[in-house]
């Protein structure tokens, strides 16, 4: 008498690596990279991936969750005897993607021009552009003033926020 078994495939976890990300304005990176274990499969065999991990869209400085994507398992091509149905693929989710804030240092911050003293405090708004982009105020950055009353040298500061961090002095 036969008696049917089933025969299980192995499965193979994915986990992105951790610490992956990139500074505000930057290009993504090629690919997002992962660890895949177990390693060791069948002898004979080594795992072909097909695809990509992808991230939760979004430009913003923040995290963003790391998925599967188009990420699965293929066959082995010529001396390579891998069968993706022997396997199965399991994604380990819980590692982000980070977008850093950019430093206000890279900004440039428009020249001002001398103004004449006139008893109150003078608080001039230079453009500010993270390249060819004008920047806002009150939304990428605030600006704070020191000796600006007296005749003298003042300064304004301009300081990071949302997708900028750190400060600048013009």
């Given at each position: 008498?036969?008696?049917?078994?089933?025969?299980?495939?192995?499965?193979i976890t994915v986990t992105p690596d951790a610490g992956q990300g990139k500074i505000?304005?930057?290009?993504?990176?090629?690919?997002?990279?992962?660890?895949?274990?177990?390693?060791?499969?069948?002898?004979?065999?080594?795992?072909?991936?097909?695809?990509?991990?992808?991230?939760?869209?979004?430009?913003?400085?923040?995290?963003?969750?790391?998925?599967?994507?188009?990420?699965?398992?293929?066959?082995?091509?010529?001396?390579?005897?891998?069968?993706?149905?022997?396997?199965?693929?399991?994604?380990?989710?819980?590692?982000?993607?980070?977008?850093?804030?950019?430093?206000?240092?890279?900004?440039?911050?428009?020249?001002?021009?001398?103004?004449?003293?006139?008893?109150?405090?003078?608080?001039?708004?230079?453009?500010?552009?993270?390249?060819?982009?004008?920047?806002?105020?009150?939304?990428?950055?605030?600006?704070?003033?020191?000796?600006?009353?007296?005749?003298?040298?003042?300064?304004?500061?301009?300081?990071?926020?949302?997708?900028?961090?750190?400060?600048?002095?013009?």
């Amino acid at each position: 008498q036969d008696k049917a078994f089933t025969i299980s495939p192995i499965t193979i976890t994915v986990t992105p690596d951790a610490g992956q990300g990139k500074i505000y304005g930057e290009a993504d990176p090629a690919s997002l990279t992962y660890t895949a274990t177990p390693a060791a499969v069948v002898a004979g065999e080594t795992p072909v991936y097909t695809g990509a991990l992808a991230r939760v869209a979004g430009g913003n400085a923040g995290t963003y969750a790391i998925n599967q994507g188009g990420l699965h398992l293929a066959d082995g091509a010529e001396g390579n005897t891998f069968k993706a149905a022997n396997y199965s693929l399991s994604f380990s989710a819980g590692v982000d993607f980070t977008i850093n804030a950019k430093n206000a240092s890279t900004l440039t911050v428009a020249d001002i021009a001398p103004l004449a003293y006139n008893g109150a405090a003078q608080t001039p708004e230079p453009e500010v552009k993270d390249g060819d982009t004008v920047l806002t105020k009150d939304t990428d950055y605030t600006l704070s003033y020191a000796n600006n009353t007296n005749a003298g040298t003042a300064t304004v500061t301009v300081t990071g926020i949302g997708n900028y961090t750190g400060t600048q002095n013009k």
